[in-house]
């Protein structure tokens, strides 16, 4: 085996003097203020990087990430995440991203038998139960239903952040954040939006709206 850790210092200093020196006032901007515009929350997946795959710069997005994307209730550090980047890094737009081929969603499938990972894909079991619904009516592959429950497992971690006292109680007085849920396919390196947020905040304000006229005609 080579060696990986000389390598990645080899490669922080082609970094320096390849892009950082050359770009130095963009660095040196965000390095005296963070002011990222999206949250990102994806897999932990060694294939996956937010950033290559949207061609973003560093200081564009607020990251959160790992094992099959999950959003968990009585997860203490993306809630931590959700309030820093939400209420004071005034970011106003969330993405859930799932990608193909992942061995989480592989798991969530077949079962484990490890404690922390079987306890973790378990906040997945809403998921596997709509994949196993739909797989039954289509009469779907494996490879087919491993497809069918990487989406539907977004989507369960978009109602589950929906449902999170922080992000609901913003919603229901018509504020932002919107929320999305993208695919990312590592075998083309293409996005699919699944779940095109861009027109949350103005369900929400409407949605508040209609709420403060029913109280005021009580």
Same mark, same amino acid.
């Given at each position: 085996?080579?060696?990986?850790?000389?390598?990645?210092?080899?490669?922080?200093?082609?970094?320096?003097?390849?892009?950082?020196?050359?770009?130095?006032?963009?660095?040196?901007?965000?390095?005296?203020?963070?002011?990222?515009?999206?949250?990102?929350?994806?897999?932990?997946?060694?294939?996956?990087?937010?950033?290559?795959?949207?061609?973003?710069?560093?200081?564009?997005?607020?990251?959160?990430?790992?094992?099959?994307?999950?959003?968990?209730?009585?997860?203490?550090?993306?809630?931590?995440?959700? %309030?820093? $980047?939400?209420?004071?890094?005034? +970011?106003?737009?969330?993405?859930?991203? =799932?990608? /193909? &081929?992942?061995?989480?969603?592989?798991?969530?499938?077949?079962?484990?038998?490890?404690?922390?990972?079987?306890?973790?894909?378990?906040?997945?079991?809403?998921?596997?139960?709509?994949?196993?619904?739909?797989?039954?009516?289509?009469?779907?592959?494996?490879?087919?239903?491993?497809?069918?429950?990487?989406?539907?497992?977004?989507?369960?971690?978009?109602?589950?952040?929906?449902?999170?006292?922080?992000?609901?109680?913003?919603?229901?007085?018509?504020?932002?954040?919107?929320?999305?849920?993208?695919?990312?396919?590592? %075998?083309? $390196?293409?996005?699919?939006?699944? +779940?095109?947020?861009?027109?949350?905040? =103005?369900? /929400? &304000?409407?949605?508040?709206?209609?709420?403060?006229?029913?109280?005021?005609?009580?």
């Amino acid at each position: 085996m080579g060696d990986t850790i000389g390598e990645l210092l080899t490669g922080n200093a082609k970094f320096v003097s390849g892009e950082f020196l050359p770009n130095e006032d963009y660095y040196r901007t965000i390095a005296a203020k963070q002011t990222p515009q999206v949250l990102w929350i994806g897999c932990s997946d060694s294939r996956v990087s937010e950033h290559q795959m949207t061609g973003s710069k560093p200081g564009t997005m607020f990251v959160h990430r790992n094992v099959a994307n999950i959003v968990a209730f009585n997860d203490v550090n993306i809630s931590a995440i959700l %309030e820093y $980047g939400v209420v004071h890094l005034k +970011i106003q737009d969330i993405i859930v991203c =799932g990608h /193909t &081929r992942c061995g989480g969603i592989a798991a969530i499938e077949d079962g484990v038998h490890e404690n922390y990972i079987a306890d973790w894909l378990c906040i997945a079991t809403g998921a596997k139960e709509s994949a196993n619904r739909i797989a039954a009516e289509r009469k779907l592959s494996r490879e087919e239903k491993l497809a069918v429950l990487t989406e539907e497992n977004v989507k369960l971690q978009i109602k589950h952040l929906k449902n999170l006292a922080l992000i609901r109680n913003m919603h229901a007085k018509g504020r932002l954040p919107r929320i999305h849920g993208w695919l990312y396919r590592v %075998e083309t $390196g293409s996005i699919d939006v699944l +779940i095109d947020g861009r027109d949350d905040g =103005g369900k /929400t &304000r409407r949605a508040a709206g209609k709420k403060s006229k029913a109280a005021r005609r009580r």
